[in-house]
């Protein structure tokens, strides 16, 4: 049983298209995570939702819009897609000290 | 902003030899983890050293954490070609809920 999953894998799509990755966990963790990897492996943080609360809101285009409809879930929704939104996108899940990580979401803007 | 920064970037053993990376941050931190991601999946998280540790082990891993010099080590004894994948530190300044800064990475290559 996958613990954090995210789908999809690949999303290749055009530029200027909206789209949406969605995360689920089955740990029963309070604190969910939506982080960005860059080509160069640079791992940074974008979204942190405790509880269904956003808590942690980097600056990040607000053309990126994470949800979280309950805590076992947390959803990011990027509208108007553009060439510098290429990278592998991370959901993660902690209760405190380490993080549990999905195995991304690669996507590609054509 | 990025807090840790590994060293070296890349580090190229044989198997059976040990690995040794490094990371260095800039604030105060309340733990450090490292974690490792092999090609194509996501990080799995190693281990958790709480800034009032000096050093922990798990299997064949040894961390040791030095805030004075703000500075944390990874080894790896016996390393296998299994070992094979980047090794990220993170630190974490929070008491509460978890809040990690990543640095840039070591990739370690073990070779048969």
């Known amino acids: 049983d996958t613990a954090v999953s995210q789908t999809p894998k690949y999303l290749v799509t055009q530029m200027g298209n909206d789209k949406s990755i969605k995360c689920e966990q089955n740990l029963g963790h309070d604190t969910m995570y939506w982080y960005k990897q860059d080509s160069k492996k640079f791992l940074k943080i974008m979204f942190s939702?405790?509880?269904?609360?956003?808590?942690i809101n980097e600056t990040v285009p607000n053309r990126f819009s994470p949800k979280s409809p309950d805590k076992a879930h947390l959803n990011l929704h990027i509208n108007s897609l553009e060439l510098g939104d290429s990278a592998v996108y991370f959901c993660a899940s902690s209760q405190g000290g380490a993080q549990h990580f999905g195995d991304g979401t690669r996507l590609s803007i054509l | 902003s990025q807090q840790g920064e590994e060293d070296p970037q890349a580090l190229s053993i044989q198997e059976g030899e040990n690995a040794t990376m490094n990371c260095s941050y800039k604030?105060?931190?309340?733990?450090l983890q490292w974690y490792r991601q092999n090609s194509g999946r996501g990080l799995v998280h190693l281990i958790l050293?709480?800034?009032?540790?000096r050093e922990k082990h798990s299997g064949r891993l040894r961390v040791t954490l030095d805030t004075s010099k703000k500075s944390s080590s990874l080894l790896i004894t016996a390393s296998r070609a299994a070992d094979t994948a980047s090794y990220f530190c993170a630190t974490d300044a929070n008491s509460g809920y978890s809040t990690l800064t990543f640095g840039k990475g070591t990739m370690l290559l073990v070779s048969p």
């Open positions: 604030t105060s931190i309340n733990n």
């Open positions: 050293i709480r800034s009032n540790e």
């Open positions: 939702y405790n509880n269904k609360e956003l808590i």
